[in-house]
Protein backbone atom coordinates (compact mmCIF):
# COMPACT_ATOMS: atom_id res chain seq x y z
CA UNK A 1 0.00 0.00 0.00
CA UNK A 2 1.25 3.56 -0.74
CA UNK A 3 0.23 7.17 -0.06
CA UNK A 4 1.37 10.51 -1.71
CA UNK A 5 0.25 13.34 -0.10
CA UNK A 6 0.76 16.60 -2.02
CA UNK A 7 0.06 20.29 -0.83
CA UNK A 8 1.35 21.84 -4.20
CA UNK A 9 -1.26 24.92 -4.24
CA UNK A 10 -2.77 24.05 -1.52
CA UNK A 11 -3.47 27.05 0.66
CA UNK A 12 -4.70 28.07 4.59
CA UNK A 13 -3.51 28.82 7.99
CA UNK A 14 -4.69 25.48 8.89
CA UNK A 15 -2.94 23.12 6.79
CA UNK A 16 -0.33 21.53 8.75
CA UNK A 17 -2.80 20.66 11.48
CA UNK A 18 -4.47 18.97 9.26
CA UNK A 19 -2.10 17.12 7.30
CA UNK A 20 -0.62 16.69 11.64
CA UNK A 21 -4.02 14.94 12.27
CA UNK A 22 -3.67 12.50 9.80
CA UNK A 23 -3.24 8.74 10.48
CA UNK A 24 -1.36 6.64 8.13
CA UNK A 25 -2.48 2.69 7.80
CA UNK A 26 -0.31 1.10 9.53
CA UNK A 27 0.28 -1.27 6.42
CA UNK A 28 1.73 1.81 4.60
CA UNK A 29 4.73 0.53 2.60
CA UNK A 30 5.44 3.36 0.61
CA UNK A 31 4.92 7.00 1.57
CA UNK A 32 5.71 10.48 -0.27
CA UNK A 33 5.13 13.53 1.32
CA UNK A 34 5.72 16.49 -1.93
CA UNK A 35 5.57 20.81 -0.82
CA UNK A 36 4.83 20.04 2.96
CA UNK A 37 4.77 23.61 4.34
CA UNK A 38 5.46 22.77 7.90
CA UNK A 39 9.11 23.67 8.75
CA UNK A 40 8.87 20.14 11.19
CA UNK A 41 7.62 17.13 10.06
CA UNK A 42 4.44 15.87 10.71
CA UNK A 43 4.31 14.03 14.16
CA UNK A 44 2.80 10.95 13.12
CA UNK A 45 5.92 10.56 10.63
CA UNK A 46 7.63 8.14 13.46
CA UNK A 47 8.87 4.38 12.84
CA UNK A 48 5.86 3.78 15.80
CA UNK A 49 2.84 4.82 13.72
CA UNK A 50 4.46 3.70 10.46
CA UNK A 51 5.88 -0.04 11.39
CA UNK A 52 5.69 -1.15 7.60
CA UNK A 53 6.89 1.46 5.69
CA UNK A 54 9.70 0.38 3.34
CA UNK A 55 10.46 3.43 1.25
CA UNK A 56 9.58 7.33 1.43
CA UNK A 57 10.06 10.10 -0.63
CA UNK A 58 10.34 13.88 0.59
CA UNK A 59 10.40 16.42 -2.23
CA UNK A 60 10.08 19.97 -2.18
CA UNK A 61 8.91 21.93 0.92
CA UNK A 62 9.45 23.92 3.95
CA UNK A 63 11.06 21.12 6.07
CA UNK A 64 14.24 22.36 8.09
CA UNK A 65 14.25 19.37 10.75
CA UNK A 66 12.49 15.95 11.79
CA UNK A 67 9.57 15.66 14.40
CA UNK A 68 11.58 14.18 17.88
CA UNK A 69 9.45 11.30 16.83
CA UNK A 70 11.04 10.94 13.62
CA UNK A 71 13.84 9.45 15.23
CA UNK A 72 11.81 6.91 17.54
CA UNK A 73 11.92 6.09 21.36
CA UNK A 74 13.90 3.67 22.98
CA UNK A 75 14.44 0.43 20.59
CA UNK A 76 11.88 1.02 17.94
CA UNK A 77 13.17 1.58 14.48
CA UNK A 78 12.60 2.31 11.15
CA UNK A 79 12.16 -0.35 8.38
CA UNK A 80 13.04 1.65 5.69
CA UNK A 81 15.14 0.60 3.13
CA UNK A 82 14.97 3.51 0.56
CA UNK A 83 14.75 7.11 1.02
CA UNK A 84 14.67 10.18 -1.16
CA UNK A 85 15.24 13.60 -0.17
CA UNK A 86 14.56 16.64 -2.82
CA UNK A 87 14.80 19.77 -3.31
CA UNK A 88 14.42 20.29 0.82
CA UNK A 89 17.05 23.81 1.20
CA UNK A 90 16.77 24.33 4.50
CA UNK A 91 16.37 20.68 6.12
CA UNK A 92 19.07 19.73 8.38
CA UNK A 93 19.98 16.33 9.08
CA UNK A 94 22.58 13.94 10.42
CA UNK A 95 23.44 11.46 8.68
CA UNK A 96 24.96 9.07 12.07
CA UNK A 97 22.01 10.03 13.26
CA UNK A 98 19.57 8.83 10.26
CA UNK A 99 21.63 5.11 9.86
CA UNK A 100 21.05 4.65 14.01
CA UNK A 101 17.12 5.23 13.09
CA UNK A 102 17.07 3.56 9.99
CA UNK A 103 19.59 0.29 10.35
CA UNK A 104 17.85 -1.06 7.17
CA UNK A 105 18.52 1.48 4.78
CA UNK A 106 19.79 0.11 1.62
CA UNK A 107 19.74 3.37 -0.97
CA UNK A 108 19.66 7.04 -0.05
CA UNK A 109 18.46 9.25 -3.03
CA UNK A 110 19.50 13.38 -1.84
CA UNK A 111 19.64 16.14 -4.39
CA UNK A 112 19.39 20.00 -3.92
CA UNK A 113 19.52 19.33 -0.18
CA UNK A 114 22.44 22.27 1.03
CA UNK A 115 22.36 21.75 4.52
CA UNK A 116 22.61 17.57 4.73
CA UNK A 117 27.07 18.28 4.26
CA UNK A 118 27.39 15.13 6.55
CA UNK A 119 25.73 12.91 4.08
CA UNK A 120 27.93 10.71 1.80
CA UNK A 121 26.76 11.57 -1.16
CA UNK A 122 28.54 13.90 -3.79
CA UNK A 123 27.29 16.99 -4.61
CA UNK A 124 24.07 16.96 -2.30
CA UNK A 125 23.56 20.60 -2.22
CA UNK A 126 22.90 20.52 -6.05
CA UNK A 127 22.41 17.39 -8.63
CA UNK A 128 23.20 15.18 -6.05
CA UNK A 129 23.21 11.39 -6.30
CA UNK A 130 22.75 8.00 -4.36
CA UNK A 131 24.12 6.45 -1.58
CA UNK A 132 24.14 2.46 -1.50
CA UNK A 133 24.82 0.31 1.36
CA UNK A 134 28.05 -2.02 0.43
CA UNK A 135 27.07 -5.56 1.59
CA UNK A 136 29.41 -6.85 4.57
CA UNK A 137 32.09 -9.73 2.89
CA UNK A 138 32.48 -12.30 4.65
CA UNK A 139 36.33 -13.73 4.63
Request: charged content about 20%; some cysteine; overall charge negative.
Amino acid sequence: MSITISCYDSYGDDLITKIDALTPPHQLHELSLQFYPGKSSPSWLSPHKLPMLRYMSICSGNLVKMHERFWGIENTHWRIEGLLLSSLSDLDMDWEALQQSMPYLRTVTANWCPELESFPIEDVGFRGGVWTKTPLHRT
